[in-house]
């Protein structure tokens, strides 16, 4: 009975969604108030009505209800209780059931956080996120119906997908939906401003704060997915560009240029159209991804069921959100970039460099992911575009950008005036270059490569630190330092501690595959590597064979590791639970292989990876910023404060 | 204007290339859970045979003779309810049937083979699951239809019925035939 509820409020979703996409379009267009105020209302109401079907589905999963289809194929009455909540967004249905429930709460907080707002904006932008949701609630009630029976219903459930039975799981896919779904309020106040035919600089603001928190949580959100793939699959990488790694990927890069742009459009009123065009397209990539990823188009080793008749369904959906969105766009943008001249060397130029540059990359990697349908549309045989043509051209794209971070800071809005922060930055220059030869010659197992990113790590470093010093020095106190300058600095400084970390375990990192006797050494990178043997030890739920590795370094004992490979009792299956010793200069990795004979002989993978926790911790700093910088007083000042000059 | 509409074109054509994307993978057999490897050539692989981890199997030293490839483990529940299917079937002597061990651990997967019996002409093991992510295996049981040229003509998703052999397998070996 309960499912059956789920399903009825997510048919009464789909009624109010209606309502919202229509009653405060129509009154905004005409002027009735009474039609307009319906938008707040109705916002709620979904949220409540979609947290209802939601809960009911969690309810399901914890009653162990397996003669509902998705419960039976997702979950086991053996499923440890955490997860058989998180097991809820473990598959398709569920996901877009969370996807959709973050949505409608996007919206409910955009309705309460939006009184500054005139009520024809409110309107209209609840309006656009409404048809939003109309889209998933009716792709969930026609092909993707996480309530459906099944009948009669089976005793035993097919299990959680294993690999995602893990803590990380818990946050990564709602961190992501987090970001993807944050661009939709990008999205729909550049939509709406489209409708209104109003491009000023005053939805820029009011746009903002949300575009720089949906950032945020997809940086948070692409990072732990990176960081659970690499300590829990144990494939002893970080980035595989999987397609469904570069489905989120495209959204950030795009999501980056629309920070900057943003920046501008609302401090010096340029870059409209760009603006517009961004924020469609952020959210049109997060779409696309959820595309890619669901339709079965292209197949990847994260493929979770897919199916065409989806594929289908939310193409037809792109093309109307997307196409609808672009085709508003070449009727309505503004008629001319209306903003103020600038010259070759101004501020302007440069965050126009770092659109180019982030929207060339994202077009890039996503000609990359396509390439393989394309290659068969047009019977070009099969083709797979693999790591080396994204490594490749991505270090070409982001070289640039990165040669280019300190100077967006330094120089001025509007005017010409390279020669000043030359000379400003001329030491640091001469620094990051001195870094790099010491690297170059001084790092231990250290190549060209180490050096190169030191060097574009030292420089955007010493560029970022040079500006906090310049407001340091020359702007009286108090003043000194916006919520958005920090923001920036500490995003710019996660930029440089990203590209250290990146190149430098790229470079020096080092991998071994042994067959181990108990007793023997094995020497990595300084690393003395004991293997003591393996025994069966007996665990909470599961038998493992738990190894010992103790790991020396100048005979002093710095680790004792315990990769182990776990038999659960509940469910069965067989779990290899890499050991890892991580700190901040290096990781140590071992993971247990197979046995090779009955003496006690293991087949183990070792790796030492230098400096790799810097990629994440790069990573949470750039997140921080985004977050930081919602904080900036300006965003809260009421409209009436007025458009600055 | 034509400047403006440059995105909306773009957009188009991506539209059309993912339309087509969708057509070719939603013409396949309808009747079995869609696979993006269905009329694909079967991942390359070498694995252990269970049971003899000296001796390594490829996709290589399979082709030449139509296969059935079986995905199971000791620890799946549902392999135990098809396990008389798939039985009944290599005894037909219809088609080659494979095993593939997936996230076991060799002792139990003998210990069930010996104790429910062993229909399979060949039991590769997959020990940490990596070489399915090529084939796209989600879980276990899972069953793929290999042909002579190496081309994997269907999968099935979930444990095998008399039925399922009835309206999908045998069709899909006559049209081997």
């Given at each position: 009975m309960l499912p059956e509820l789920g399903l009825v409020s997510l048919a009464l979703a789909l009624m109010l969604a209606?309502?919202?996409?229509?009653?405060?379009?129509?009154?905004?267009?005409?002027?009735?108030?009474?039609?307009?105020?319906?938008?707040?209302?109705?916002?709620?109401?979904?949220?409540?009505?979609?947290?209802?079907?939601?809960?009911?589905?969690?309810?399901?999963?914890?009653?162990?209800?397996?003669?509902?289809?998705?419960?039976?194929?997702?979950?086991?009455?053996?499923?440890?209780?955490?997860?058989?909540?998180?097991?809820?967004?473990?598959?398709?249905?569920?996901?877009?059931?969370?996807?959709?429930?973050?949505?409608?709460?996007?919206?409910?907080?955009?309705?309460?956080?939006?009184?500054?707002?005139?009520?024809?904006?409110?309107?209209?932008?609840?309006?656009?996120?409404?048809?939003?949701?109309?889209?998933?609630?009716?792709?969930?009630?026609?092909?993707?119906?996480?309530?459906?029976?099944?009948?009669?219903?089976?005793?035993?459930?097919?299990?959680?997908?294993?690999?995602?039975?893990?803590?990380g799981m818990i946050f990564h896919p709602p961190l992501l939906y987090t970001g993807y779904v944050g661009f939709a309020v990008a999205f729909a106040f550049a939509v709406a401003a489209l409708i209104d035919g109003k491009v000023d600089a005053q939805w820029v603001r009011w746009s903002r704060p949300w575009t720089n928190v949906a950032w945020a949580f997809l940086t948070l959100g692409i990072a732990l997915g990176s960081f659970w793939a690499y300590y829990e699959l144990g494939w002893g990488g970080w980035w595989f560009w999987d397609p469904v790694e570069n489905a989120s990927f495209m959204p950030w890069l795009v999501g980056a240029a629309l920070l900057h742009s943003q920046a501008v459009t609302e401090k010096r009123g340029s870059f409209r159209g760009w603006t517009l065009l961004l924020a469609i397209a952020a959210f049109s990539l997060s779409?696309?991804?959820?595309?890619?990823?669901?339709?079965?188009?292209?197949?990847?080793?994260?493929?979770?069921?897919?199916?065409?008749?989806?594929?289908?369904?939310?193409?037809?959906?792109?093309?109307?959100?997307?196409?609808?969105?672009?085709?508003?766009?070449?009727?309505r943008a503004p008629k001319m970039e209306t903003g103020k001249p600038f010259a070759a060397a101004s501020r302007e130029t440069f965050l126009l460099a770092n659109n180019l540059l982030l929207t060339a990359a994202a077009a890039m990697i996503l000609l990359g992911t396509l390439y393989p349908l394309l290659a068969e549309a047009l019977d070009l045989g099969k083709i797979s575009v693999g790591p080396p043509y994204f490594g490749l051209l991505f270090i070409l794209l982001m070289a640039p950008l990165v040669a280019l971070v300190p100077f967006g800071p330094l120089t001025r809005w509007q005017r010409e005036d390279l020669s000043q922060p030359l000379r400003w930055l001329a030491p640091w220059a001469v620094l990051a270059g001195v870094v790099a030869v010491i690297t170059f010659f001084a790092w231990p197992h250290g190549t060209a490569k180490t050096a190169f990113g030191l060097l574009g790590a030292a420089w955007v470093a010493a560029g970022t630190a040079r500006f906090a010093w310049q407001r340091l020095k020359s702007t009286s106190q108090g003043q000194r330092f916006t919520a958005e300058m920090v923001g920036m600095l500490l995003a710019h400084a996660g930029i440089a501690v990203f590209v250290a970390g990146v190149f430098i375990t790229e470079s020096t990192s080092i991998e071994k595959d042994v067959a181990a006797k108990p007793g023997q050494h094995f020497e990595l990178r300084g690393h003395d590597f004991h293997f003591e043997g393996v025994e069966k030890r007996q665990g909470p739920n599961y038998l493992a064979d738990h190894g010992t590795v103790v790991v020396r370094r100048d005979g002093r004992e710095i680790a004792t590791l315990h990769p182990e490979k776990r038999a659960y009792a509940a469910g069965g299956q067989v779990m290899t639970e890499a050991a890892l010793d991580g700190g901040l200069t290096r990781d140590l990795y071992v993971a247990l292989g197979e046995p090779l004979d009955a003496n006690g002989t293991w087949a183990l993978r070792l790796y030492v990876k230098p400096w790799i926790r810097l990629i994440w911790l790069g990573s949470l700093l750039m997140a921080l910023g985004g977050f930081v910088v919602v904080f900036d007083r300006r965003f809260r000042r009421p409209v009436a404060a007025g458009v600055p000059a | 204007m034509i400047k403006r509409l440059l995105p909306l074109l773009a957009f188009a054509l991506l539209a059309v290339l993912l339309g087509l994307g969708v057509l070719r993978n939603s013409g396949k057999d309808t009747s079995a859970i869609p696979s993006p490897l269905v009329g694909k050539p079967a991942p390359a692989f070498s694995l252990p045979v269970l049971g003899e981890p000296g001796r390594l199997v490829s996709n290589e030293d399979l082709l030449g003779e139509p296969y059935l490839l079986n995905v199971w483990?000791?620890?799946?529940?549902?392999?135990?309810?098809?396990?008389?299917?798939?039985?009944?079937?290599?005894?037909?002597?219809?088609?080659?049937?494979?095993?593939?061990?997936?996230?076991?651990?060799?002792?139990?997967?003998?210990?069930?083979?010996?104790?429910?019996?062993?229909?399979?002409?060949?039991?590769?093991?997959?020990?940490?699951?990596?070489?399915?992510?090529?084939?796209?295996?989600?879980?276990?049981p899972e069953t793929f239809l290999v042909d002579a040229q190496g081309v994997i003509r269907w999968k099935f998703v979930g444990p095998i019925t008399p039925e399922v052999v009835q309206q999908q397998l045998l069709p899909a070996l006559e049209t081997l035939e």
């Open positions: 209606l309502a919202l996409s229509v009653l405060p379009l129509l009154g905004a267009q005409r002027n009735l108030g009474p039609w307009m105020a319906t938008a707040r209302p109705l916002s709620y109401a979904l949220l409540a009505v979609v947290s209802v079907s939601y809960a009911l589905l969690t309810w399901a999963f914890l009653q162990h209800d397996f003669s509902v289809a998705y419960v039976a194929q997702n979950s086991n009455s053996l499923l440890p209780r955490a997860y058989q909540v998180t097991a809820v967004w473990s598959a398709h249905e569920g996901s877009l059931l969370l996807w959709l429930w973050f949505l409608v709460l996007w919206t409910a907080l955009v309705a309460r956080f939006s009184k500054a707002l005139p009520m024809p904006v409110v309107a209209r932008v609840l309006a656009v996120m409404g048809m939003i949701a109309l889209g998933f609630l009716a792709f969930t009630l026609f092909t993707s119906n996480p309530f459906e029976r099944l009948l009669p219903a089976v005793s035993e459930g097919r299990d959680m997908n294993p690999l995602l039975q893990d803590p779409l696309l991804g959820t595309f890619l990823v669901r339709s079965g188009v292209l197949t990847s080793v994260h493929a979770f069921a897919s199916d065409p008749e989806r594929g289908m369904f939310i193409l037809a959906f792109l093309v109307a959100v997307i196409g609808g969105s672009l085709l508003l766009y070449a009727l | 483990g000791s620890w799946c529940p549902a392999c135990r309810d098809e396990h008389p299917v798939i039985t009944e079937l290599a005894k037909s002597g219809r088609i080659k049937v494979v095993g593939y061990d997936y996230k076991d651990e060799p002792e139990d997967a003998q210990r069930w083979l010996q104790q429910f019996g062993n229909p399979y002409s060949l039991v590769i093991a997959d020990y940490d699951g990596r070489a399915a992510l090529d084939w796209g295996i989600y879980g276990a």
